[in-house]
């Protein structure tokens, strides 16, 4: 654990390498997965301003560098460096439409057609095999990225499993039939209500 949610620190960081998880934990214990870190990435820059509690955890994925920078420092930083500024800026901008687009597909789109969507993007990095696509799945991972129980993840696997659609093997999954599961994601999107 990098950094914890609800405490204080009054410094701002970049990561310089390695991963991190940025999560919440809810009020039950439930952990929410937001978003992965990568070299490059600001943490603390919502909070450093005001010297706000960290809204979120940041938890090392891998061995990981960080520059950290105190406060007062950053703030001097940020006022004399105009091409830091600008990429701070875009930096929050870009965090701020990404958290935006993504919350509007979870109020938008049922869970169903959210997962379907998510193992449709993690195919494109799957190994191709003759009977289909194997990629790596974690369904603890994958409820806390969807903020939901794992039983709710595994009703939906096992519905695309009676389907023919994947076959589940340990950490693993095979996607049989991926025209089956764009389908699936269509259909889904298509029934979805609209909410205002």
């Given at each position: 654990?990098l950094?914890?949610q609800?405490?204080?620190?009054?410094?701002?960081?970049?990561l310089?390498d390695?991963v991190a998880?940025?999560?919440i934990i809810?009020?039950h214990g439930?952990k929410?997965?937001?978003?992965t870190?990568s070299?490059?990435?600001?943490?603390?820059?919502?909070?450093?301003?005001d010297l706000?509690?960290?809204?979120?955890n940041?938890?090392?994925?891998t061995?990981?560098?960080?520059?950290?920078l105190q406060?007062?420092y950053?703030?001097?930083?940020l006022?004399?460096?105009?091409?830091f500024?600008?990429?701070?800026i875009?930096?929050?901008?870009y965090?701020?439409?990404?958290?935006?687009?993504?919350?509007g597909i979870?109020i938008?789109?049922?869970l169903h057609?959210?997962?379907?969507?998510y193992?449709?993007?993690?195919?494109?990095?799957?190994?191709?095999y003759?009977q289909?696509?194997?990629?790596k799945?974690?369904k603890q991972?994958?409820?806390?990225k969807f903020?939901?129980?794992?039983?709710?993840i595994?009703?939906i696997l096992f519905?695309?499993r009676e389907?023919g659609?994947?076959d589940i093997?340990?950490?693993?999954?095979?996607i049989?039939?991926v025209?089956g599961?764009?389908l699936?994601?269509?259909?889904?999107?298509?029934?979805s209500p609209t909410?205002?």
């Open positions: 654990m950094f914890q609800d405490a204080m620190y009054d410094r701002f960081c970049i310089l390695g998880d940025i999560n809810g009020e439930k929410y997965s937001q978003a870190y070299a490059g990435d600001m943490i603390g820059e919502i909070e450093i301003y706000i509690p960290f809204v979120s940041v938890e090392a994925m061995d990981v560098t960080i520059m950290s406060r007062d950053f703030l001097t930083w006022q004399l460096d105009s091409n500024n600008q990429y701070f875009r930096r929050i901008l965090y701020n439409y990404t958290i935006s687009k993504r919350e979870n938008l789109y049922p057609h959210r997962v379907c969507a193992l449709l993007h993690l195919a494109r990095s799957g190994i191709q003759p289909g696509i194997t990629i799945l974690n991972e994958l409820s806390q903020a939901v129980t794992q039983r709710s595994n009703r519905q695309l389907s659609i994947i093997q340990k950490n693993e999954l095979l049989r039939d025209k599961l764009e699936e994601t269509k259909q889904e999107a298509r029934s909410r205002c």
